[in-house]
């Protein structure tokens, strides 16, 4: 495990109401380091995931970004720290181009009195933009409702990276995808990964393409981590095996 | 040099094809269709009656072209972040008894005006704080600004009409001379064209339309830009209430109402812009004004009654709509 890192969350704990969807959570990510949360719905990845992000504030814990202790109390502040979350589906405006998406709410103007939208700019540095990372889209200008959702998600990274995100929340990213798309964007996390300075945090579903996908796994349920592991240590069986247990252990009461 | 045959060939194939291929990028378009139709009614009307195209005629039709095209820049701004204004046509008949109220008390006219856009764009911002204020729908909102600022009006004037202030230089300028009001709705579309195509304020408005939340996530400020889109909208309204104003030589208590601003909304819906919001072109609002301004001064010449005038714009409304549902099926089956 990396020596700083990038996030780390000591003991989170959030009710709502009469469910505990934490109990004490604690996890870290190191830069350059990808992180997979599994688990079933209701295990408290969400809340886990929304409290990095700043929509939600735990009841007790600790937040640190680069060791510093953080309180995140809104989206804006986690995203002052570099903290950016991708929501599927939430993050594009499908009326708009790439370029328009990619730069929403922060535009390059031009010159003069009229603060002018500057579109050659911005055509331009979202193709850099996108190169850079290696996604292809058949042109910046396009409308993004026009593309795939594997596409869709790649444009909601890049924008994502491209505003200075240090930390990558992504939830989600292959949910509702075909193999091949699905393949776009584990190329993507590869690539982002292999920058160097980005620690990711991914919540999904599928074990196997998360375990391709991470560095590292760790295993929510009943808002309590279960079961952490670097992914070359374990395998899909073996995180299937352990849901099972518990699940037959709940049932038995 | 001669150029080999073949590769002039070629060349002039992918000419071809790439005009072929504006060609058919350009009728995809919302608005190509409306063109197409609008110039093809010109046709027609000059083929059957003479009197179309002299410049008396093009006068009168740029009248029922101009202030439908001024209300529907505001509405298709309020209609691409998902909200309305019925009151607009209200506040359009308010305004020149404000102005003529205004110089009564003593103002000169010119301050009587700006006191009357005020007055316009304050109901506009009470609608907007009301609608994001209070949660209400804008066709709520504005149904019951409707009737409150007709009554209004009506209390006002006492139901009669009053003459217009200021001397023949103001009146043509605001309204009076022939292709005055055209002209006013002509720099207003190019100045709309250009906020809605080339500002933050235009891209942001169609952003919150076309998917709130990533707006919202954004930090977009949403509620500003709504409230902004209702000050403007009523401003607009109660604008081109003094141009007709001044046209006509008095203002009308039952000047405007909700037949003006229909109109305005049909004009931007006929042009392409979306109902459910996200999507709209001004240019396209200023060619739907003049399809229907076409329409409504060709069956005038022809002496087709106004009743049967009703039948034909709300058949050329409906053909509009199916057809640009049609079109933006077809356009993005060929953008994938």
């Given at each position: 495990?990396?020596?700083?890192?990038?996030?780390?969350?000591?003991?989170?704990?959030?009710?709502?109401?009469?469910v505990?969807a934490?109990?004490?959570?604690?996890?870290?990510?190191?830069?350059?380091?990808?992180?997979?949360i599994l688990?079933?719905?209701?295990?408290?990845?969400?809340?886990?995931?929304?409290?990095l992000?700043?929509?939600?504030?735990?009841?007790?814990?600790?937040?640190?970004?680069?060791?510093?202790?953080v309180?995140?109390?809104?989206?804006?502040?986690?995203?002052?720290?570099?903290?950016?979350?991708?929501?599927?589906?939430?993050?594009?405006?499908?009326g708009?181009?790439?370029?328009?998406?990619?730069?929403?709410?922060r535009?390059?103007?031009?010159?003069?009195?009229?603060?002018?939208?500057?579109?050659?700019?911005?055509?331009?540095q979202a193709?850099a933009?996108?190169a850079?990372?290696?996604?292809?889209?058949?042109?910046?200008?396009?409308?993004?409702g026009?593309?795939?959702?594997?596409?869709?998600?790649?444009?909601?990274?890049?924008?994502?990276?491209?505003?200075?995100?240090?930390?990558?929340?992504?939830?989600?990213?292959?949910?509702?995808?075909?193999?091949?798309?699905?393949?776009?964007?584990?190329?993507?996390?590869?690539?982002?990964?292999?920058?160097?300075d980005?620690?990711?945090?991914?919540?999904?579903?599928?074990?196997?393409?998360?375990l391709?996908?991470?560095?590292?796994?760790?295993l929510?349920?009943?808002?309590?981590?279960?079961?952490?592991?670097?992914?070359?240590?374990?395998?899909?069986a073996?995180?299937?095996?352990?849901?099972?247990?518990?699940?037959?252990?709940?049932?038995?009461? | 040099?001669?150029?080999?045959?073949?590769?002039?060939?070629?060349?002039?194939?992918?000419?071809?094809?790439?005009?072929?291929?504006?060609?058919r990028q350009?009728?995809?378009?919302?608005e190509a269709?409306?063109?197409?139709?609008?110039?093809?009614?010109?046709?027609?009307?000059e083929l059957?009656?003479?009197n179309?195209?002299?410049?008396?005629n093009?006068?009168?039709?740029?009248?029922?072209?101009?202030?439908?095209?001024?209300?529907?820049c505001?509405?298709?701004?309020?209609?691409?972040?998902?909200?309305?204004?019925?009151?607009v046509?209200?506040?359009?008949?308010l305004?020149?008894?404000?102005m003529?109220?205004?110089?009564?008390?003593?103002?000169?006219?010119?301050?009587?005006?700006v006191v009357?856009?005020?007055?316009?764009?304050?109901?506009?911002?009470?609608?907007?704080?009301?609608?994001?204020?209070?949660?209400?729908?804008?066709?709520?909102?504005?149904?019951?600004?409707?009737?409150?600022?007709?009554g209004v009006?009506?209390?006002?004037?006492?139901?009669?009409?009053?003459?217009v202030?200021?001397?023949?230089?103001?009146g043509?300028?605001?309204?009076?001379?022939g292709?005055?009001?055209?002209?006013?709705?002509?720099a207003?579309?190019?100045?709309?064209?250009?906020?809605l195509?080339h500002?933050?304020?235009?891209?942001?408005t169609?952003?919150?339309g076309?998917?709130?939340?990533?707006?919202?996530?954004?930090?977009?400020?949403?509620d500003?830009?709504?409230?902004?889109?209702?000050?403007?909208?009523?401003a607009?309204?109660?604008?081109?209430?003094?141009?007709?104003?001044?046209?006509?030589?008095?203002?009308?208590?039952?000047?405007?109402?909700?037949?003006?601003?229909?109109?305005?909304?049909?004009?931007?819906?006929?042009?392409?812009?979306?109902?459910?919001?996200?999507a709209?072109?001004?240019?396209?609002?200023?060619?739907?004004?003049?399809?229907l301004?076409?329409?409504?001064?060709?069956?005038?010449?022809?002496?087709?009654?106004?009743?049967?005038?009703?039948?034909?714009?709300?058949?050329?409304i409906?053909?509009?709509?199916?057809?640009n549902?049609?079109?933006?099926?077809?356009?993005?089956?060929?953008?994938?």
């Amino acid at each position: 495990m990396n020596a700083a890192a990038a996030i780390r969350a000591e003991n989170l704990t959030k009710v709502f109401g009469t469910v505990t969807a934490l109990a004490g959570v604690s996890m870290e990510v190191g830069h350059g380091e990808t992180l997979g949360i599994l688990g079933d719905n209701g295990a408290g990845k969400s809340t886990l995931l929304k409290i990095l992000t700043g929509y939600h504030q735990p009841d007790s814990g600790q937040v640190f970004v680069d060791e510093r202790p953080v309180r995140l109390a809104s989206v804006d502040e986690a995203r002052a720290l570099g903290i950016e979350c991708v929501y599927q589906d939430l993050a594009l405006v499908d009326g708009l181009s790439v370029y328009h998406n990619l730069f929403l709410n922060r535009e390059l103007l031009r010159r003069g009195p009229f603060r002018l939208l500057d579109h050659k700019a911005m055509r331009r540095q979202a193709e850099a933009a996108l190169a850079e990372i290696g996604v292809v889209v058949p042109s910046v200008e396009i409308e993004v409702g026009a593309l795939s959702g594997g596409q869709r998600q790649a444009i909601a990274v890049a924008r994502a990276v491209h505003s200075n995100a240090r930390i990558l929340l992504l939830d989600e990213p292959l949910a509702a995808m075909g193999a091949r798309e699905a393949q776009q964007i584990i190329g993507l996390i590869a690539r982002l990964k292999a920058r160097g300075d980005i620690a990711i945090v991914m919540i999904a579903h599928n074990y196997a393409q998360t375990l391709e996908i991470c560095d590292r796994v760790i295993l929510m349920q009943h808002g309590e981590i279960t079961f952490e592991s670097a992914a070359a240590a374990t395998s899909a069986a073996e995180l299937l095996d352990i849901v099972r247990r518990e699940y037959r252990a709940a049932r038995g009461g | 040099m001669a150029e080999p045959i073949a590769a002039q060939r070629r060349r002039s194939a992918a000419l071809r094809a790439g005009l072929a291929g504006r060609a058919r990028q350009f009728l995809l378009r919302p608005e190509a269709s409306v063109i197409v139709v609008s110039a093809a009614l010109v046709a027609y009307f000059e083929l059957v009656n003479a009197n179309f195209l002299t410049d008396a005629n093009l006068q009168t039709l740029s009248q029922f072209v101009a202030a439908p095209v001024i209300i529907a820049c505001g509405e298709i701004m309020l209609l691409i972040c998902r909200e309305i204004d019925l009151s607009v046509g209200q506040v359009f008949a308010l305004a020149p008894f404000v102005m003529g109220y205004a110089h009564l008390f003593g103002l000169p006219v010119i301050a009587a005006i700006v006191v009357a856009l005020a007055v316009s764009a304050l109901i506009g911002l009470i609608i907007g704080l009301i609608t994001i204020g209070l949660g209400v729908p804008s066709f709520i909102t504005t149904l019951g600004m409707l009737f409150l600022v007709n009554g209004v009006t009506l209390t006002i004037s006492r139901g009669f009409p009053a003459n217009v202030p200021g001397g023949p230089t103001l009146g043509g300028v605001m309204g009076a001379w022939g292709y005055s009001e055209i002209l006013w709705a002509l720099a207003i579309v190019a100045i709309m064209h250009v906020v809605l195509r080339h500002t933050r304020w235009g891209l942001h408005t169609v952003a919150i339309g076309g998917n709130p939340v990533a707006a919202a996530e954004a930090g977009i400020a949403i509620d500003r830009i709504k409230i902004g889109n209702f000050v403007l909208t009523s401003a607009l309204g109660g604008f081109t209430g003094l141009l007709e104003a001044f046209r006509v030589g008095s203002a009308d208590p039952l000047a405007g109402g909700s037949n003006i601003m229909f109109l305005g909304v049909a004009s931007g819906v006929i042009g392409g812009t979306a109902i459910a919001g996200g999507a709209g072109t001004i240019l396209g609002g200023l060619i739907g004004g003049i399809m229907l301004g076409v329409l409504q001064d060709g069956f005038t010449l022809q002496g087709i009654n106004a009743f049967t005038f009703n039948i034909i714009i709300g058949a050329a409304i409906l053909v509009a709509m199916v057809a640009n549902i049609h079109l933006a099926r077809r356009r993005r089956r060929s953008a994938e």
